[in-house]
């Protein structure tokens, strides 16, 4: 069992939500209500146009337990991710995304994989995925490619509801892309990962800030990227020692 666990901490990067932010925040709330941590949810602006970052505001200033950072401009979802890595106040983050197609009543049921004990991350797969049979199968074919390569079993990486423990999270390298590959980088790192099936639900507000195209060749030299850190990736276990325990 994980019994070092206080506080969650929700990582959610956000741009150009606005429509969807006063539903998100309830449904992550009454998701997290009950359990028995301490919690807080943590919007990343990532540099909106429209009104996110004054809708941010006005949930921050009636309920404490959202807090927010906000980009100076755009930046994209993995510095919004590891952003929220290095600020997250809790032991355990978990990550969605604002566009409501990830289910927050998910949560409680990732998180009590997590507390059993012997994984250092849960990550979601969209068991009925909800978006267009191009957009599934563009996403299906990277999935296959990723793993591939990598070496990996992951089902749905692109799934952005995960449970991740927080000391490693912030240790995982930070590039354009990272968010892709986050259970590779957390094993890197001796994360242990198991995955759950989640729900996913279809877009009604705004719209999606992803094509298929146009990040083909940029992911694929993330790939090639992530490959070569994994051959190159240095590791230890030290034995014994007569420094003092790190506080």
């Not at 906000?70 to 890595?85: C, K, P, T, V, Y």
């Not at 004990?117 to 990277?142: F, N, P, Y």
């Not at 090639?224 to 240095?234: D, K, P, S």
Request: aromatic share 8%; hydrophobic share 45%.
């Amino acid at each position: 069992m994980h019994t070092d666990i206080h506080t969650i901490s929700l990582v959610i990067p956000v741009y150009n939500e606005e429509d969807n932010l006063p539903e998100l925040y309830r449904q992550c709330r009454d998701a997290l209500e009950d359990l028995p941590y301490a919690w807080e949810i943590l919007m990343v602006d990532d540099g909106s146009t429209d009104a996110s970052l004054a809708n941010i505001k006005a949930l921050a200033a009636a309920d404490p337990r959202v807090r927010y950072l906000a980009f100076d401009r755009n930046h994209g979802q993995s510095a919004a991710f590891a952003a929220g890595f290095a600020h997250a106040a809790g032991e355990v983050i978990v990550t969605l995304d604002a566009d409501l197609q990830n289910d927050p009543a998910d949560i409680p049921r990732l998180l009590a994989r997590y507390a059993e004990g012997d994984v250092d991350m849960v990550i979601g797969w969209r068991e009925k995925r909800q978006d267009t049979w191009v957009r599934r199968g563009a996403s299906k074919l990277a999935n296959a490619i990723r793993n591939a390569l990598t070496g990996e079993t992951v089902r749905d990486t692109g799934c952005s509801l995960k449970v991740l423990r927080a000391d490693l999270a912030r240790r995982i390298p930070v590039f354009t892309g990272m968010h892709r590959f986050l259970p590779t980088l957390m094993k890197m790192h001796g994360a242990r990962v198991a995955e759950m099936p989640v729900h996913h639900r279809p877009r009604t507000r705004g719209v999606s800030k992803y094509g298929i195209l146009d990040r083909a060749w940029t992911a694929w030299w993330d790939l090639l990227a992530v490959r070569w850190m994994q051959r190159r990736h240095v590791s230890w276990r030290i034995r014994e020692t007569n420094l003092p325990p790190t506080p």
